[in-house]
């Protein structure tokens, strides 16, 4: 379920219901696009209280993702406008800070406790992936900073840059976590900010395969290892 909540000083208050958004994902990050809300439980009231607020304030707002009618994440829209409404069903165009393809997917499933065991992101699409990736980084809870950690991956279990990073993230910080979604976020990772405060070894099991897929990305990834003193063995 979801919800819709103007941004305003205070707390989001949801004023609107619906079962479900299409097209607020997009791997783009900010982008203005329209979104069609489905089954509005009041599509009169959301209209004109849509229409009203651009007359009040700035009209910015929130789609929510609910569990039981509490909010989970919430993705910002700016300057909206209601460009129809049909039957039960609602699109607006707006400023939309959309999470990536994929995002709400895992949410859902975390919501259903389904994500209990590792390699859950093997059922993710490939255009999928980002999205598993950005809900790892909101999501994961750090219990206790490890040190001079040993790790270990495996170039024929990832087949592309993003799913290294979904393995990569689990091998380090178990189920579900996150260590990095790209080059820089690595950089950032071993800083000492998600989890370790430093990996003393690194094995590389089949990395030929790895080399061969992330061509000159491998041998930067090298390179962000070794600045942080990690030891990679490449088997």
Same mark, same amino acid.
């Given at each position: 379920? /979801?919800?819709f909540?103007?941004?305003?000083a205070?707390? #989001?208050?949801?004023?609107a219901?619906?079962?479900? +958004?299409?097209?607020?994902e997009h791997?783009a990050g900010i982008i203005?696009?329209?979104?069609r809300?489905? @089954?509005?439980? @009041?599509? #009169?009231?959301l209209?004109?209280?849509i229409?009203?607020?651009? =007359?009040?304030y700035?009209?910015n707002? /929130?789609?929510?993702?609910?569990?039981?009618k509490?909010?989970v994440?919430r993705t910002?829209?700016?300057?909206?406008?209601?460009i129809?409404?049909?039957?039960?069903?609602?699109?607006l165009m707006g %400023?939309?800070? *959309?999470n990536p393809p994929?995002?709400? $997917?895992?949410?859902k499933?975390?919501? @259903?406790?389904?994500?209990t065991? $590792?390699?859950i992101?093997? @059922?993710?699409r490939?255009?999928?992936? %980002?999205?598993w990736? &950005?809900? !790892?980084?909101h999501?994961?809870?750090?219990?206790?900073?490890k040190?001079?950690?040993?790790?270990e991956?495996?170039g =024929?279990?990832?087949?592309n840059?993003?799913?290294? /990073?979904?393995?990569l993230?689990e091998? +380090?910080?178990?189920?579900?976590?996150?260590f990095?979604?790209?080059?820089?976020?690595?950089f950032?990772c071993l800083r *000492?900010?998600?989890?370790?405060k430093s990996i003393s070894?690194?094995?590389?099991l =089949?990395h %030929?395969?790895?080399k061969?897929?992330f061509?000159?990305?491998?041998?930067?990834?090298l390179? &962000?290892? !070794?600045?942080? =003193?990690?030891?990679?063995?490449?088997?």
């Amino acid at each position: 379920m /979801f919800g819709f909540a103007f941004d305003t000083a205070t707390e #989001p208050e949801i004023i609107a219901y619906m079962d479900d +958004v299409k097209n607020i994902e997009h791997k783009a990050g900010i982008i203005y696009r329209t979104l069609r809300l489905i @089954n509005v439980d @009041n599509v #009169p009231n959301l209209v004109s209280a849509i229409k009203n607020a651009a =007359n009040i304030y700035e009209n910015n707002g /929130f789609i929510c993702f609910l569990d039981d009618k509490s909010i989970v994440t919430r993705t910002f829209i700016g300057n909206i406008r209601v460009i129809k409404s049909k039957k039960n069903n609602i699109t607006l165009m707006g %400023q939309v800070w *959309s999470n990536p393809p994929g995002y709400h $997917k895992a949410m859902k499933m975390r919501l @259903n406790n389904e994500i209990t065991e $590792k390699n859950i992101w093997k @059922n993710f699409r490939k255009e999928e992936l %980002q999205g598993w990736l &950005v809900y !790892a980084l909101h999501t994961m809870k750090i219990y206790e900073v490890k040190e001079n950690i040993s790790i270990e991956i495996d170039g =024929n279990k990832f087949h592309n840059l993003d799913s290294f /990073f979904c393995a990569l993230g689990e091998e +380090v910080n178990g189920i579900g976590g996150y260590f990095g979604r790209g080059i820089y976020a690595l950089f950032d990772c071993l800083r *000492s900010d998600f989890g370790v405060k430093s990996i003393s070894e690194l094995k590389w099991l =089949n990395h %030929q395969t790895s080399k061969k897929l992330f061509k000159t990305k491998f041998d930067e990834i090298l390179q &962000v290892f !070794a600045d942080h =003193n990690v030891k990679v063995i490449l088997e």
